[in-house]
């Protein structure tokens, strides 16, 4: 299985990031995908999802209005664009699909 996320990197505050993960076909055709991340000494938390045919999206509140996934199931991609980034989206952002999992990409958000 080929999970692998990309795009992560150092911003200030209010910048935008976007991150990038793609999939092998096997693993990818027909699931909802996830974002999750992980900040430095707390617990995984969920950030978003896309269904397989990428019309229906949810996120969780902390990101609502800021943060957009979007699918391209022709190249087995997904993105999570970030738009005015906080002190506190700075985590390792990991995406997957059922047990499959990327190694993460981290997002720094800092003056």
């Known amino acids: 299985a080929h999970v692998v996320e990309s795009g992560g990197g150092l911003v200030q505050p209010g910048s935008s990031l976007n991150l990038s993960c793609e999939f092998s076909a096997r693993i990818f055709d027909g699931y909802t995908v996830h974002w999750y991340r992980q900040a430095p000494g707390k617990e995984r938390e969920w950030v978003g999802l896309v269904s397989a045919d990428g019309k229906h999206r949810a996120y969780t509140g902390s990101v609502k209005g800021r943060f957009n996934i979007s699918r391209d199931n022709a190249k087995n991609t997904i993105h999570l664009q970030m738009n005015n980034l906080k002190d506190e989206d700075t985590a390792i952002y990991y995406c997957?699909?059922?047990?499959?999992w990327g190694q993460g990409t981290q997002v720094t958000v800092s003056l």
């Open positions: 997957g699909v059922n047990d499959h």
